[in-house]
């Protein structure tokens, strides 16, 4: 079955850094596109970044210039470099595949999500 286990997040100040990593099992790693998603409290999911299976990577307009997204196919595992965090960036963030927009519901939907890793920004 498909397991998404996170980890790397923690409490830093405004300003740090943090690297999230995402180990995956239970599907073909190398040709999945996936998915770093957030959720702050109260909030639905929000998309952060994806990475294609051919290396594509993509950022909400929030994070551009700020976090960077890789991968290790060799590792199956999935990376999200945080830089410059600001106390907005305050959420539980999950790695995820199979995600989708609702246009009804103006909502984000994934199939899979791994059980999230916490990230908190605070002086």
């Known amino acids: 079955q498909v397991q998404l286990v996170e980890s790397g997040g923690g409490l830093v100040q405004p300003g740090g850094s943090l690297k999230l990593s995402c180990v995956a099992s239970?599907?073909?790693?190398?040709?999945?596109?996936l998915w770093w998603v957030r959720q702050a409290p109260g909030q639905g999911l929000e998309w952060v970044s994806d990475?294609?299976?051919?290396?594509?990577?993509y950022y909400v307009d929030s994070v551009k210039g700020r976090f960077t997204v890789s991968r290790d196919n060799a590792k199956n595992t999935l990376y999200l470099q945080m830089d410059s965090l600001k106390p907005w960036d305050t959420a539980v963030y999950y790695c995820?595949?199979?995600?989708?927009?609702?246009?009804?519901?103006?909502?984000?939907?994934?199939?899979?999500r791994g059980q999230g890793t916490q990230v908190t920004v605070s002086s």
């Open positions: 995820a595949k199979d995600c989708r927009a609702v246009v009804a519901t103006r909502s984000l939907e994934c199939d899979y």
């Open positions: 239970g599907f073909t790693f190398s040709s999945t596109d």
């Open positions: 990475i294609s299976n051919g290396g594509g990577a």
